[in-house]
């Protein structure tokens, strides 16, 4: 029987990176629907359920898993994209600074050579 794991150590940096920095990303958005107020459905699924999904099923070996973390690191990426076409520049160097620096962080670490290379050899 295959034992079920949150984190691989025997996988690449980069995926081992991406699979922690998902389950934090994850976590603080928790707290922020717990302390911040109210929650939609498009928050949780983009926020929460597809970032653990994904972390999980990349920790696991798992396509389906790597292909979620994909979504859970390009969708944010793609609204930076569009928040910044539709506002300017200005708002990449205000208090949303991190956020941006970690959203293409982990876009980076989920499409790098050594993580895609890895996803298509060993992942099933």
Known sequence: MR??????RTQPQTLQIGVLLLYLNAA?????????????LVFLILDIVLPIGGAYG???????GYYAALLATGIPLLLLIYYVLTVGL????GAELLNVI???????????PHSRMYAKTWFH
Do not use: M, P, Q, Y
């Open 58 to 64: 990349v920790a696991n070996s798992r396509k389906l």
């Open 90 to 93: 200005s708002v990449l160097f």
């Open 28 to 40: 603080l958005a928790l707290l922020t629907v717990l302390f911040g107020g109210g929650i939609s």
């Open 102 to 112: 970690i959203t293409v962080v982990l876009f980076a670490l989920f499409i790098h």
């Open 3 to 8: 034992e079920l794991k949150l984190f691989d």
